[in-house]
């Protein structure tokens, strides 16, 4: 009788341990469902709020072109760095940059007066960088297969290499594609990356948003001092016109070749960080505006995953 006693009593005991294991397994994952479905919710709602922070940021441009569309500059509403608004559970910060105030990598696929490829070629002498780099830069761009100078590269190099390729011979989708092409290292890239832009060919460089560096390719004559004054004059009063403003200032070299200038924009990119609760949404859009004013993503990037901050620390 004792031991069927203590056999039933072990029995129990097995029970109870099964019973208590499998009901601490069912709250653990039902724990571990609702916390997924509260990350799912929450990158969900920081997605939603970036979305809709990118509509704001349209309408911003779309606004300034009905406003004036003779001009753009950077004390424009829509060029406020590093924008922050406070929502429930977080907060979303974004930034307008006009890509029209960067070297266009594609112009050098129709330059026949190679005025953009010496550009190029002082920009990337400014940045300390290599200039030969620039003839590599548009060999991989232009559609044909001879070689730019001694420093060019077609597809004779680039199949010589592990794993083997052939040059693009088409317009830049995306400035990271400069990795690919001869002579540009991590290093390089990352010095440059800031002062180019992957854009249809054909566009202008507006001297109202164009960074020093890129100021500073115009001339040899225009050096750091010239462009900071540029910087400084169109702070204070924005150039209306090339060859009635812009040219006319005292400190720009009488040897800046006007070819592409302008002084309004079409190309913005629209960086937007958006917090909701513990997840994080980042998005980059690339935005034309036409010449009705109306203004169209031409692509969107969820991929690009850096701190929150004050802005997108480059700008590009």
Known sequence: MRRQRGVALITVLMVFFFASTIAVTMVSRQHLDIRRTANLSDSLQATNNARSVETFALQLLVEDYRANPEIDHLLERWAQRGTRFEVDHGEVIFTVEDLNGRFNLNNLANDPDQVHLQRLRLLLTRLELNPELADAIRDWIDPDEQQTGYAGAEDNE????????????????????LLLVRGVDGPTYEQLRHHVAALPAGTTLNVNAAEPFVLQSLSQELGAVEAEQIVQARQVSPFTGVDQDFVSQQFVPASVNTSGLTVTSQFFRVRIESRFGERRAVLESTVQRGADGRCHVLARNFSRLEPMGDGPGERS
């Open 158 to 177: 680039y199949l010589l290499l592990q794993p083997p390729y052939r040059a693009a011979n088409a317009a830049i989708r995306d400035v990271s594609e």
